[in-house]
């Protein structure tokens, strides 16, 4: 029985908060924390009750110091970090300050360039070590479970994997004109950065959005896919041996990008600061002001997520395809934890990461993407937490 500390509110939270509590045998004692404590408690005001004790807390986890005092207040195993990427850092020094085990979903991100790096937290290795503590980076869906998919490909199918193409459709319909998923911010600079994908040693840069293909998904139908970068591209490239080609995909539709070409065009999308009367503004910043709250989207959105890999590669020296995917319905999710499918895939994998840590099965001092842990526990898990997985052998190819 373990004491968990969730950093953030938001539809990613909501998830963890639900799924921490459906599982009690584990959190035993759970404290929600973050920038407006209004969420919290409207979050604790929701589960209170059940066999998981839930406390509340205000932090700014950009600074170290208050998320230390919090640590040392409520005493927790481990911290989810499920704020944004921008606090993953001052998060991992207050973990090392007082020795707690810590997980995340995204990469660290500096507020001034979109990056998708792990260089920053990769930096950590030795500290973490020293220390004696777990870090698990990027256990959401992707980055997360995308990651174990390919580590059980690689553990129980292949002889060597040759080619990996993670594919992440949503046939998601909430009804608005324009409105992104999951944090505004983060989405917007992924979609509006470079293309790229990683080939034969290194990486290969495109232009944003300009390959693009056609995709049968189950569940869903025929979707437009284009590559993307993809911030697993980078840690699959080096813990998958002998991988020669990494690709990223993911649907979206003509009217989305229709609206997201006009508000890069008109300058909304720039992360660069601006002065407007007198106060500096970042335009993506006031857009996501503007936009809906993606935690807002959970009982408008209609239609199912099908993300998964597909890997070609060698068998007994036989060529061999194997795609594992998971299909996740929004109103099914909304109906369970109050959030549409792109937080229920990313806060499910987030609660199963810290399980695995907190279980000793993952707990190993240092700092590791999650494809360098065993993946059978993390996949048995799935099936029990509401993500199924489906698993195929039949050619599935993209090109
Ligand atoms: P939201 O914007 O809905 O929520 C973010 C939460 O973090 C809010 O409650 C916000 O507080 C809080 N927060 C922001 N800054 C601070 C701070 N300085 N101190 C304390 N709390 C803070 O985001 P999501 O829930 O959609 O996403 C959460 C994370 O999950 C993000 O890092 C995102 O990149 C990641 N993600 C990962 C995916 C994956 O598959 N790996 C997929 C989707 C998301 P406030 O309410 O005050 O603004």
Redesign the pocket.
Known sequence: MAKALI????????VVVHKCCQNPDVFEEICI????KS?CDALKEKLDGGKTKIQTAQ?????TEEVIELIKQFGPDIVI???????DLTIMDACLATGVDYL???NYEPLDTAKFEYKWQWAYRERFEKAGITALL????????TGVFCAYAQKHYFDEIHTIDILDANGGDHGYPFAT???PE?NIREITANGRYWEKGEFVETPPLSIKKVYDFEGIGEKDIYLLYHEELESLALNIKGIQKIRFWMTFSQNYLTHLKVLENVGMTSIEPIVYEGREIVPLQFLKALLP???SLGPRTKGKTNIGCVIQGVKDGQPRTYYVYNMCDHQEAYKEVGSQA??Y??GV?AVIGAMMILKGLWKKPGVFNIEEFDPDPFMEQLNKQGLPWHESFEPVLLD
């Open positions: 950093i953030g509110a938001g539809g990613v939270a909501q924390a973050s920038r407006t969420k932090v700014d986890a950009d600074k970090n499920v704020a944004l990427p921008y606090q995340d979903t995204a990027g256990s959401g869906f992707d980055p997360g479970v998923n999951f944090n983060i709250d993606p935690a792109i937080s895939t990313t994998p």
